[in-house]
């Protein structure tokens, strides 16, 4: 047998070919080996600023300049379609949907009208047409302080910058209407010189101050959450005349530590029309049941699941089209999920739906309690007879509230949710026993027959709300006062453009 | 530059190096490829009968001689140290620990007696000792039909084999005291001459053909939970005489669908002592709640978890000591959780946490319940005032007891668990409310002044029970009847090794 050089003495390209193999074989080997042992590094996120951006600049699009794929999907927030099996679309009016609603909150503006919350792109609009606002002109003024503007624009860092924090709460509601024009945007969240997150709203930064935190340590992962827990949490207006916005943290951030804080100041948000209870109205606790869920647990940030990262054109960047989960569900779950969109959809409405059926039967046990504490009232129940009921019903339609209001909590932690309306319920039902034996001393005999309170239009008039004056002023107001108010928002900002 | 061949011609032992280094690299990347294409086939189990095993063979110790692996893991379920922060070791006393259980169980015999479940090693001891099972002897009879055995013993299916199912089910559970020794095993499950997965109990066969479905076509990954199914299941007797074992599954597994069925056939266990409410004793529904969990949604088997894989001396085979899988959790978890140990345990217990809360509040409120009934009732209430307030209480009661006696239902399915959990809490309400009124009515103040349950003792003295007889008959039982029945059973069991 020949030898392998006597074989390429003989044909020269035979060396050659061997040669050529091998250099393509080491190749391969190496690409797969470089395939396999490579971690994809996150493209630096280089960027260059086309137009440099003022501090506390609010306008959207000014940033919009410099990003134009962020500024994009931001924009697209203006499209509410929202993916669901409860339909989506047109706004969700609570009220029609759950009347029983209207009951809870009899004496408080919520029961005039609660519809679903939309996209950050629709906020100085929502809360403009929104009638809890009010309809305020030149002489009267919104029932509302100013401090609920703090959650709805990008003006807000720089009206506090030049207010004050204090003076800037304290105003009424329509002393800012010209002020505040810009929706919720890029400034609420970014530095506009480093574009690093960073918190904008002070009531986040003093919550964790009292509680021995510095919010300036916290990592990116961490400010991915943060951003979003500066408005996306329970808080209250502190003081009668200061309206100080505030976060009732101090002994932590779950329903009873929450409870606990508001029964110690003996805080109420108002007093129930029916019942007479001193009641709580829970904000949004999204960040703090958020922090009670599966996800907290594992390090997903919010950011995460509703800022997915994208791909266009080679250049990774954040989604900034914040929505529900179920609308980028590849982008979103399927990142650590490895089940189909399907299976994933049907596991978020399944969690949903157990946690939404306790909702209901919270519901309907607390506007029956209600009413039974009217009628027990009106029969001539003593103070002392309704104080107990009075507390227990406080405590159980604060703790429907912190799950009810929760955007996403019946996902975000459905057991959580569920423990918290399963106490409500237990409370419900202790304040109902005792309204039993009251009712029943005075001779009226329970269960009660209850008033048709079916639809939102029943309820409320049950509840004798005149809902055409309160409508008819609130169209005034869209119709002059808010014009107006843009008018002077658009010189201002004319000059702003031209310095 | 000289060509690769004169160097080859001037140094031969340079292409003899180019040669072997090629050689290298390709079987480098060869081996590379495989490493990473590889999926690695499950090892076939193949096994060799040292001894054949006859038909119906009960005895595990027969069994064993074949699978040394399975038969020791097996026998180690005799040890019940149970990793738990709610502490292990001994068998936890459930009365003791929750005397509300006393008052729920008033006139059925659980309120005698009520312990942890224990391996199944110990299923034949456990039944013998248990209050329940009575004292029989040559004249008197066990207060339980022989149906009770079903489920705890590998000469079950002998037996009916021998007597046919319904005699079986249909004797007194004495009757078959010296024929039920071995406790639960392989025979169970297994097939003697293939080991394939089988299913020896009738009653989960018939429950699926009355559904329409064909057991014999279920795959073996379905298989590793229906042999546990056979068993870990909700149940009843049905026939005063016949004493059939039956599932009620016929409307569906869910608490709703089998609480329809039993009100559809009037069923009840016993009519409670001081309720006097139609009640219903939830056996333990450990299949139907972990069918609505995410693990049975994502298709892990009751083996995966609680028997998972082990390999020893390369041999892999599955681990027989069925326990939790907090016990091995490497094992078990580990295998699809990427999390530490410490986090999947506090996950587990976090989640089991909420639920028993929110059992505890039912058990409160059940207990108030039943104790408020008896007053009425002693008060000169009507059968007509209190017919919705015993539903109620059958309702609730049978929801609490779906969630609570279900073995690891807090793990399997929390949220499901949690929703029950709270139905319940409503239903013991609403009869609570019914029962102020009723209460009332009478002069009696609500609420109650409650007796003292705080303890075991005190809630069986509340019932005056006579502890001390019934446990004093159980002691001659156990030793004066139970080693009849063992000597009878080694002789035959003698015979059998003769044969």
């Given at each position: 047998m020949k030898s392998i050089v006597q074989i390429i003495q003989e044909r020269p390209w035979v060396g050659w070919l061997i040669f050529g193999l091998t250099v393509v074989v080491v190749f391969l080997a190496g690409l797969l080996a470089t395939s396999i042992m490579e971690r994809r590094g996150e493209t630096a996120a280089l960027f260059q600023m086309v137009k440099p951006i003022a501090d506390w600049e609010p306008r959207n699009e000014v940033w919009g300049e410099n990003f134009p794929r962020q500024y994009q999907t931001y924009q697209s927030t203006l499209d509410t379609t929202f993916r669901s099996k409860h339909g989506g679309g047109a706004m969700i009016d609570h009220l029609e949907k759950y009347p029983n609603l209207v009951i809870l909150w009899a004496g408080y503006p919520f029961s005039w009208e609660y519809n679903q919350a939309r996209g950050h792109y629709h906020a100085i609009n929502d809360i403009r047409n929104i009638l809890r606002t009010g309809?305020?002109?030149?002489?009267?003024?919104?029932?509302?302080?100013?401090?609920?503007?703090?959650?709805?624009?990008?003006?807000?860092?720089?009206?506090?910058?030049?207010?004050?924090?204090?003076?800037?709460?304290?105003?009424?509601?329509?002393?800012?209407?010209?002020?505040?024009?810009?929706?919720?945007g890029c400034q609420d969240c970014h530095d506009p010189k480093t574009m690093n997150l960073r918190i904008t709203r002070p009531a986040l930064i003093e919550a964790f101050e009292r509680r021995g935190k510095d919010l300036s340590r916290a990592t990116h992962q961490e400010m991915r959450t943060l951003v979003c827990a500066q408005c996306h949490v329970e808080y209250y207006f502190k003081g009668k005349e200061e309206k100080y916005l505030t976060f009732p943290w101090d002994g932590g951030t779950s329903v009873e530590a929450m409870e606990a804080y508001y029964d110690a100041i003996e805080f109420s948000d108002w007093t129930h029309a029916l019942s007479r209870a001193p009641m709580l109205k829970g904000q949004h606790p999204d960040y703090e049941i958020y922090l009670t869920g599966v996800h907290a647990e594992r390090g997903v940030a919010c950011a995460d699941c509703h800022m997915p990262y994208r791909s266009e054109g080679?250049?990774?960047?954040?989604?900034?089209?914040?929505?529900?989960?179920?609308?980028?569900?590849?982008?979103?779950?399927?990142?650590c999920h490895r089940e189909s969109e399907a299976t994933l959809m049907d596991n978020v409405y399944s969690r949903q739906d157990k946690v939404i059926e306790l909702r209901s039967r919270v519901e309907e046990a607390l506007a029956k309690t209600h009413i039974e504490a009217k009628i027990a009232w009106d029969r001539g129940a003593t103070e002392a007879e309704m104080k107990e009921v009075l507390q227990l019903i406080r405590h159980a339609q604060w703790r429907w509230d912190y799950a009810a209001a929760s955007h996403g909590g019946t996902f975000?932690?459905?057991?959580?949710?569920?423990?918290?309306?399963?106490?409500?319920?237990?409370?419900?039902?202790?304040?109902?026993?005792?309204l039993a034996?009251?009712?029943?001393?005075?001779?009226?005999?329970?269960?009660?027959e209850l008033p048709d309170i079916s639809t939102k239009a029943k309820a409320q008039a049950y509840l004798g709300l005149n809902m055409e004056k309160l409508l008819a002023e609130k169209k005034e107001f869209l119709e002059k006062v808010v014009p107006l108010w843009d008018s002077r928002a658009a010189e201002r900002q004319g000059k702003m453009n031209a310095d």
């Open positions: 309809a305020p002109n030149e002489t009267t003024l919104s029932p509302m302080p100013a401090t609920c503007w703090t959650c709805k624009s990008t003006d807000v860092p720089r009206m506090m910058k030049e207010k004050g924090i204090g003076e800037f709460y304290k105003a009424n509601w329509k002393d800012w209407g010209d002020e505040v024009v810009n929706p919720i080679g250049v990774k960047f954040t989604d900034h089209k914040i929505q529900s989960p179920l609308n980028s569900i590849a982008a979103a779950c399927q990142v975000h932690s459905p057991l959580e949710s569920a423990r918290v309306l399963g106490s409500a319920l237990e409370k419900a039902g202790e304040a109902r026993v005792r034996a009251i009712l029943e001393r005075r001779g009226v005999k329970t269960p009660l």
